[in-house]
């Protein structure tokens, strides 16, 4: 069965230094999604991306956030200069059709840390 | 604007006996819900979903779902746990209030003993 995959699975970086984080959606999916956790709070949305373009972004996702598919196959979201409460779990997750009935599918998350 | 409330953090259950993981929801549109089940170290995984159609939803693994709009519940359930049901489960609403992003509730961790 098809599944997102998410690289690397564990990012440790120093504050203010630049982190990339990829993802591969499944291969005909049209709709892109990344979404964090916070260690013991909600997953939360940031941001949602279709035909290379952003479609929805949240209050999270600040001009410090930028999300890109640089090919055909991969999906990242880059952080430019990463703060202590950046530190989370980000999964990344792709849909067929997108809107509220769609299923997302998602990756196994990437733990990024800030020191 | 929707919310979802998951009212255990922790269900602690013996191997063979019922499950039931509780969410409640707010949602101002017909909502779409949604359960997902995360075991370590993966992704998240859909179980099952509601949207508009039969009120009890089947899903994968013998979960089952009810969608009570009076109560404006839909709590998970499962006959009988199996030791690899111990996961950490997720309710997501999603309605049609000016966007589809969902909202995720906070989680409840299903502890499964032998």
């Known amino acids: 069965e098809p599944e997102v995959t998410q690289t690397p699975s564990h990012q440790v970086t120093q504050m203010g230094q630049e982190v990339i984080l990829r993802c591969v959606p499944i291969s005909n999916h049209l709709y892109f999604y990344w979404y964090r956790q916070i260690l013991g709070q909600k997953v939360e949305f940031l941001v949602s991306?279709?035909?290379?373009?952003?479609?929805?972004k949240s209050e999270i996702f600040d001009d410090q956030f930028s999300v890109e598919r640089p090919d055909g196959s991969n999906f990242t979201l880059k952080i430019r200069s990463t703060k202590l409460e950046d530190s989370a779990m980000y999964f990344c997750?792709?849909?067929?059709?997108?809107?509220?009935?769609?299923?997302?599918?998602f990756g196994p998350g990437t733990r990024l840390t800030v020191l | 604007a929707q919310s979802v409330t998951q009212l255990d953090s922790h269900v602690s259950v013996s191997e063979g006996t019922p499950v039931l993981l509780r969410c409640n929801y707010s949602?101002?549109?017909?909502?779409?819900l949604f359960w997902y089940v995360q075991h370590p170290n993966k992704g998240l995984q859909l179980l099952l979903k509601y949207t508009s159609a039969a009120t009890l939803v089947k899903g994968i693994n013998g979960f089952e779902a009810e969608f009570k709009k009076s109560e404006t519940s839909f709590h998970l359930t499962k006959p009988s746990a199996h030791m690899s049901d111990a996961a950490e489960y997720f309710c997501v609403v999603s309605d049609l209030g000016g966007s589809y992003i969902p909202t995720f509730g906070r989680g409840t961790s299903l502890i499964v003993h032998p």
């Open positions: 997750a792709s849909s067929e059709l997108g809107g509220r009935t769609d299923t997302q599918y």
């Open positions: 991306f279709y035909n290379n373009e952003i479609s929805e």
């Open positions: 949602s101002s549109y017909s909502p779409s």
